[in-house]
């Protein structure tokens, strides 16, 4: 089974930056692609950005704002966010698609991590 643990939420004020981590473990397995989902209240789930084979998706409203890098020696994913606005609050939710030794195709979802953009 694939774990993740996500790290760096909080609380910005608007204009200002953070970067989300995400950081994959378990055995054995293969990652084919990571990313990041948001959900706010009252609100579905919705994509943030996706990094698979080199390639990077951006969700159209938040391209030029968030970056997402991806580290294959760490299994481990980013996001940089700037110029953060109010409406960026939300839980933000790491995903990984993958192969795992023995039992196949996967995806796993990180506990979720709170950003509040408010002055």
């Known amino acids: 089974q694939v774990q993740l643990v996500e790290f760096g939420g909080g609380l910005v004020q608007p204009g200002g930056s953070l970067r989300l981590s995400c950081a994959a473990s378990g055995r054995a397995f293969s990652i084919v692609a990571m990313g990041w989902y948001r959900q706010a209240p009252g609100k579905e789930r919705e994509l943030v950005a996706t990094t698979s084979g080199g390639r990077k998706n951006y969700a159209d409203s938040l391209k030029g704002r968030f970056t997402i890098s991806r580290d294959n020696a760490r299994n481990t994913v980013y996001l940089q966010m700037s110029s953060l606005k109010p409406e960026d609050t939300a839980v933000y939710y790491c995903?990984?698609?993958?192969?795992?030794?023995?039992?196949?195709?996967?995806?796993?979802w990180g506990q979720g991590t709170q950003v509040t953009v408010s002055a």
């Open positions: 995903n990984v698609q993958g192969n795992a030794l023995g039992s196949g195709p996967f995806t796993s």
